[in-house]
C-alpha cells in the first residue's frame, strides 16, 4: 500500500493485549484518514460510554513530505458531552505513528493502575506508572525522555495529559510535546478513564510513495512557487489579523519570539519564548473575546496554568463565558467577572466548581443550548475570516483534514495540487463525496 | 555540479523545525519512500534554536575525542558533542534504522538541481554557497 501503512494497532488496556489488524483499503479510500476515518472507525467498534474506545487516525499524507502533512486525529466518547469528539493534533505525533507502521491506532478497556503505552515499530506495551498521577504533562514528557539515551528520547513523540484529564471534568485536553491541544476538552478525561497517562511513539519504518518521482516534482515546484507569494501570503493574513483587532495576540507574539512549525510546514504560526509555546490566534481570540482578558500577563498565566493542568483553553473560555453569562441572568451561583483571571483562577483550582462541567453539560443543565451554540458560532467565525477569499473553503478543509493537512495550507498552496500529490503518493483517484 | 565546490550555509535564525529538509533528503536517496530517520540532514532541537546538522563521515569515538569541549551559542552553553556532524557509537543519529550502516552528506551530488534538503527548505535557514579559491559566492 502506498502513503497509509495499511495497519492498525489495537491495544488493550485492562490485559495488555496488543494485536496488529490489516485495515481494508476500501475503509481507506472511502474515509482516507484524520477525523473522518477516526470516526468511522469509532462507529464500527461501536464507541459508547460503556464501551469507549480511543480512536487515532493519521491523514494519507501525513509524513509524507507534502507541506504541512503532520496531522493526526484522536477521536473518543466523552460522557459530559454525550457525543464522540474528534480533534486534531499537532507537530510530529502523527507521522511518528506512522513510522511504527499504523493508520490507525485504538485503546480500549482500562488499565488496572495508571500507565503509559510506547510504541515502536517494533513493540508495544503497557508501562505502569502508579507515581506519575497528578504529574503536568511536562513531567511526564521529562520522566519518559529521560528514561532513555539522550538522542533517542528526544525524537519520541508525546501525548499526555495533567491533573485536569485525570478527574471527570469536561474540561481536560491533551498535551502533544509541550503543546496545549486545542478542542481537545474532554478527551482527556477519557485518557483518564482508562488510566492512561500518556503515549510516547518512536518509529523509523518507511512510508512508500506511488509515483515517487512525479510526488517528488509537485511538491518541489509547489515550495518554488510558495517562495515566490509568501510576502502575499503573510501580508493577506496580517490583513485579516489587523481586521480582526486582538490587541492581545499582538501583544503576546511581539518581541523575541521563536518560530516553531509542525513537519513539513512552510507556514509555522506556532511561537515559543524561552522553549515554551505560547497561545496561538484561536486562544487568544477565546481569551481576550470571550473571558476579556486584556493583559498579557493574565493570559499567560492562565495559559500556563492550562499547560500544567492539562486544560483545553478553548473549552475554558467557551465554559467561563457560559458561567458569565448564566450568573448575570441569575441562573447560575458563581461569582465570576469578565477580566478577572483571580477569580478564574480559584474557580479552576476548586475541583467542585460548576467550571469543570465543561460548556455542554452547564447549557443543558441550565437549558441555555442556543447560549451555547452562540458563544462558539463566535469562534467559528472569526476562524472563517480567514479563509474568506477561498472559494468552498469548508469542503477543501475538510478534504484536508482527511488527508492529515493542515487547514492553513489552503492559504499557501492551490487545491488542485494537493490533490495531485494525494493521487501521486497513494496511487488512487480521490473522489470528494459530499 | 561537483559537491566538492559547495557547501551549505545554514542560518540557524532563520529555521524553523519543520524537518522538512529531512523528508526531502530521505525521498532523493531511497528514491521512493518518506522516511526523515533515514535522513543524512537532522534537526537539532537547542534550547533557543532550531540546528540543522548535515551527516559527515563516521567516526570512531575514543577517550580523546576532541568533541567534549563547551560552545556558547546566544549564552547557552552547548556539549560540542551536540554540534559535531560525525557519526559515531556515542550518537544514535545519521545511521540507517534498519542496517545501521552511518550515513553520510553527499550534497546529492547525484542530481542536476543541486541538493533536496535546500530545495525543500522554505524558510531560507539552508542556501547553497559555492567555494572558490577567492572568494565565496551565493547561488
Known sequence: MFGWQGKALRVNLSNGFVEEELISENLLENYVGGCRLAKEVARLEEVSAEKNKLIFASGALTGTGVPTGAFCSVAGYVSLQEDILCAPLLLRFGPELKCCGYDVLIIEGKAPEWCYLFITDEEAKVIPVAEMEGYTPAEIEEVIRSSFSKWYGNDIRIISIGKEGEQPSGLGGLVTDGLLVNYSGGLGNVFGEKRLKAIAVRGTLDIKLAKAAVFQKIITDAIKDFREKRNKLFETVHTVFARLELPLSREIHHGEIEKKACLACPIACLHQREGKFLPNFTVTFCFSELLEIENMEDALTLYDLCEKRGIDPVALSVTGRMLIELAKVGKADVTLTPGDTKQLVALIEDESSLLHKGGFWLAQHYQSETLLQDITKKIDTTREEIFAQIEEAGKKKAVLEALGLCPYALLAFPYDVIIKAFEAATGKALEVKE | MDPRDYRIRVDTNKCTGCRHCEVACSLAHTGDRSNYHRARIRVIALEDRFLPLMAGPYVSITEECASKKLVNINGFVYDQCVLCRASCPNKSIFKEPDSGIPLKCDF????????????????????????????????
Open chain 2, 108 to 139: 546529492c551530488g547525484f542530481r542536476a538541481e543541486g541538493p533536496a534538503c535546500i530545495q525543500w527548505c522554505t524558510s531560507g535557514a539552508l542556501t547553497l554557497i559555492k567555494i572558490k579559491p577567492e572568494a565565496e559566492e551565493e547561488l
